[in-house]
């Protein structure tokens, strides 16, 4: 009988080591909440016991090996402890190198804490099944790791609303499987990659407020994935691509607050493109008389720029044109009284040298 009961404690020991996650991940993200400091939501006091793969909060294994596969952790969500709280979380702390021991994560979401400081740990990059980096919304400084481009397996890459500088490293191009590229509202300068084109899985790459500089690179219009491009509020400067105008699927593009020159590429016109904002630009030469039945303009903003001569009469040939803004340009001439004017106001039209007509005053 106690033979039996000895087998049998060994038998429930040996089910649980093999359910359970490793010591190692377990004081890895001890390790990791260590660095941390969550005092109004308390989320942190789930994670107890020996087992770190049942009910912490924010933590998932994988169901084979039982290594540490996600960390969940997003200030802003609809998980019932914030519900209760009636409130979003708010975390400081920083992000401990200890979290690249959980060498079999697939994501990292440590995102909208608002006042997580300090680096990027580098060592992320030596995370080799990693797909998904989103730490949107905290106070991170420093560089984005100089070896990022090792993570083949990587699809999203978010570190928008931080405070990140220095360039974008040469790396960055080796994402062969990045899809989703967010890098807003940063302190990022250098130049665009020219060889951006290696990114052939990309679809969404959002880069608007920073310090990026230079010419936009010609190789961005051979990502044939891509679907929204924001290069908006930069320091970029140089000429539009008109290979831009080409590609397959690209709907949005917003470049405006830029230092950008030279006439609009007829080819942005008669496109793909259902939301095209070039505004508060360097911009001369005429509106591209080229509008046709594959025009179709959620918005069209062309304001705050040096743009000169008549509105094209070809615009009436349009689809559809929603938000129209050609205010603060150099235009001339008659307003036509026909679709899509006349359902526009005053202010589309609005500080030009001689545009007259509905809904200006008559000519």
Not at 276 to 291: E, H, K, M, Y
Not at 301 to 306: M, V
């Amino acid at each position: 009988m106690k033979q039996l009961l000895y087998f049998t404690a060994v038998f429930i020991t040996v089910i649980f080591s093999v359910s359970a996650c490793p010591p190692g991940d377990r004081a890895a993200l001890l390790a990791f909440k260590a660095s941390l400091h969550e005092p109004y939501l308390g989320i942190f006091k789930s994670w107890t016991g020996t087992n770190c793969c049942k009910n912490w909060y924010g933590v998932s294994c994988d169901s084979l090996t039982h290594r540490v596969a996600d960390i969940n952790l997003r200030g802003e969500s609809e998980d019932p402890i914030f519900q209760k709280a009636h409130k979003t979380g708010y975390m400081t702390g920083s992000i401990s190198p200890s979290i690249c021991k959980l060498e079999r994560l697939s994501s990292i979401t440590i995102a909208d804490w608002k006042g997580i400081t300090g680096p990027i740990p580098s060592c992320i990059s030596s995370l080799p099944f990693l797909r998904i980096l989103d730490l949107i919304g905290n106070k991170l400084t420093g560089p984005i790791p100089k070896d990022i481009g090792m993570l083949q397996r990587l699809t999203v890459l978010n570190v928008a609303d931080n405070q990140i500088y220095g360039g974008i490293p040469y790396s960055l191009t080796n994402l062969s499987s990045l899809m989703h590229l967010d890098l807003r509202n940063n302190k990022i300068s250098g130049t665009l990659p020219r060889n951006i084109d290696h990114l052939k899985m990309l679809s969404r790459a959002l880069l608007s407020k920073n310090k990026i500089r230079g010419p936009i690179p010609d190789s961005v219009s051979k990502i044939y994935r891509m679907v929204d491009l924001d290069l908006s509020f930069n320091q970029l400067s140089g000429t539009i691509p008109p290979s831009l105008g080409k590609m397959a699927v690209l709907a949005t593009l917003n470049l405006d607050g830029n230092f950008i020159s030279g006439t609009i590429p007829a080819t942005l016109i008669n496109s793909s493109i259902t939301q095209l904002n070039i505004s508060r630009n360097a911009l001369q030469g005429t509106i591209p008389d080229v509008f046709g039945a594959r025009s179709y303009f959620m918005v069209l903003d062309l304001s705050y720029n040096r743009l000169q001569g008549a509105l094209p009469k070809s615009i009436s040939s349009a689809s559809y044109v929603g938000h129209f803004d050609v205010s603060h340009n150099h235009l001339c001439g008659q307003i036509p009284n026909a679709s899509p004017f006349d359902h526009l106001d005053a202010a589309s039209f609005a500080y030009n040298d001689c545009l007259c007509g509905k809904p200006l005053k008559s000519c």
